[in-house]
C-alpha cells in the first residue's frame, strides 16, 4: 500500500476505536435532571442518597477507582497524612485536572496555572477559588518559567517548590488529524506552535521536576508525521524526555 493508503487505514481504525469510548461513555451515564428537561445526558452519577455522596462524582470515577483496586494498587499513606497533591499546570485550558480531582475527592494545592486566553483564566479562578485558592496564575509557559509576571502578585518574584504533579496542555494544532494539509512531508516540524510542545515542554520538566507528569495532545500526536514518515510527533519527544531527576 501506498503511505496515503495506510494512513487513510489508520484513520479508519482511530475513528472506530473513537466510536466505541462515546458507547461506554454514553453507557454509564445517567440522565439528566436539567431544569430545561433536555434529552440530553448528565456527566454527574450520584453514588447514593447519603452523607457520602459525592455531587462531583462522573461516570468514570467509580470505574477508575475499581480498576485500581482489582490491579491491587493501594496508596502508600493516607490522604490525611500525604496532605493535598501539589499541582502545577501549564497550557492550562480549562484546567480539566481541577475537576478530575474534585471527582476522586483528591484534595489538591493549586500552586501555579499558566493560560495565554483571559476568558480560561476567568473560568480557572471561578471555579477553584475554595479551599487554598490559585497560589499563582501567569499568561503563558514562558512567565510561569521565569517566575515573572504573575497575574496575583504584581511585581514580585514567584518562585514554587517541586510539585507532585505536572500538567501541560501544549497546543493541538500541530498534530491535529483536522489540518488539511496534516499528513503532508515536512507540515507538522514546520509548525509555528510545535516548539512549545518539543523545546519549551522539556525545558518546563527540566526547571520544575514534578514528581509526576500528565501531558494532554490529541490523537494525531501518535500519528505518522506524515504519509512518507513511520515515525510520530511522540517518537520526536519520547527521545527528549529521558531526563534523570
Same mark, same amino acid.
Given at each position: 500500500?501506498?503511505?496515503?493508503?495506510?494512513?487513510?487505514?489508520?484513520?479508519?481504525?482511530?475513528?472506530?476505536?473513537?466510536?466505541?469510548?462515546?458507547?461506554?461513555?454514553?453507557?454509564?451515564?445517567?440522565?439528566?435532571?436539567?431544569?430545561?428537561?433536555?434529552?440530553?445526558?448528565?456527566?454527574?452519577?450520584?453514588?447514593?442518597?447519603?452523607?457520602?455522596?459525592?455531587?462531583?462524582?462522573? $461516570?468514570?470515577?467509580?470505574?477508575?477507582?475499581?480498576?485500581?483496586?482489582?490491579?491491587?494498587?493501594?496508596?502508600?499513606?493516607?490522604?490525611?497524612?500525604?496532605?493535598?497533591?501539589?499541582?502545577?499546570?501549564?497550557?492550562?485550558?480549562?484546567?480539566?485536572?481541577?475537576?478530575?480531582?474534585?471527582?476522586?475527592?483528591?484534595?489538591?494545592?493549586?500552586?501555579?496555572?499558566?493560560?495565554?486566553?483571559?476568558?480560561?483564566?476567568?473560568?480557572?479562578?471561578?471555579?477553584?477559588?475554595?479551599?487554598?485558592?490559585?497560589?499563582?496564575?501567569?499568561?503563558?509557559?514562558?512567565?510561569?518559567?521565569?517566575?515573572?509576571?504573575?497575574?496575583?502578585?504584581?511585581?514580585?518574584?514567584?518562585?514554587?517548590?517541586?510539585?507532585?504533579?505536572?500538567?501541560?496542555?501544549?497546543?493541538?494544532?500541530?498534530?491535529?488529524?483536522?489540518?488539511?494539509?496534516?499528513?503532508?512531508?515536512?507540515?507538522?516540524?514546520?509548525?509555528?506552535?510545535?516548539?512549545?510542545?518539543?523545546?519549551?515542554?522539556?525545558? $518546563?520538566?527540566?526547571?520544575?521536576?514534578?514528581?509526576?507528569?500528565?501531558?494532554?495532545?490529541?490523537?494525531?500526536?501518535?500519528?505518522?508525521?506524515?504519509?512518507?514518515?513511520?515515525?510520530?510527533?511522540?517518537?520526536?519527544?519520547?527521545?527528549?524526555?529521558?531526563?534523570?531527576?
Amino acid at each position: 500500500m501506498s503511505g496515503w493508503e495506510v494512513i487513510a487505514c489508520k484513520e479508519e481504525q482511530r475513528f472506530c476505536s473513537a466510536a466505541r469510548a462515546v458507547q461506554t461513555a454514553d453507557a454509564y451515564r445517567c440522565e439528566s435532571d436539567s431544569e430545561e428537561g433536555s434529552s440530553t445526558v448528565a456527566l454527574s452519577q450520584r453514588s447514593g442518597d447519603g452523607v457520602d455522596a459525592n455531587p462531583f462524582s462522573l $461516570w468514570w470515577s467509580g470505574l477508575l477507582k475499581e480498576a485500581t483496586a482489582e490491579a491491587g494498587f493501594r496508596p502508600h499513606s493516607t490522604a490525611a497524612e500525604r496532605g493535598p497533591i501539589k499541582i502545577m499546570s501549564s497550557c492550562s485550558g480549562s484546567f480539566a485536572e481541577g475537576f478530575v480531582m474534585k471527582a476522586l475527592n483528591i484534595e489538591m494545592d493549586i500552586m501555579s496555572v499558566a493560560e495565554s486566553d483571559e476568558s480560561y483564566r476567568s473560568f480557572i479562578s471561578a471555579n477553584h477559588n475554595d479551599g487554598g485558592g490559585i497560589k499563582h496564575m501567569f499568561k503563558s509557559m514562558e512567565d510561569q518559567m521565569s517566575g515573572h509576571g504573575c497575574l496575583l502578585h504584581s511585581g514580585q518574584q514567584c518562585h514554587v517548590e517541586q510539585p507532585d504533579l505536572g500538567v501541560l496542555g501544549t497546543p493541538c494544532n500541530p498534530f491535529s488529524r483536522y489540518r488539511h494539509d496534516r499528513y503532508h512531508a515536512g507540515s507538522v516540524m514546520s509548525h509555528s506552535q510545535l516548539p512549545l510542545t518539543m523545546e519549551r515542554a522539556l525545558e $518546563w520538566l527540566l526547571l520544575f521536576q514534578p514528581a509526576t507528569v500528565v501531558l494532554e495532545q490529541v490523537e494525531g500526536f501518535m500519528a505518522p508525521l506524515s504519509c512518507d514518515e513511520d515515525g510520530t510527533p511522540f517518537d520526536r519527544q519520547a527521545i527528549g524526555c529521558w531526563i534523570d531527576f
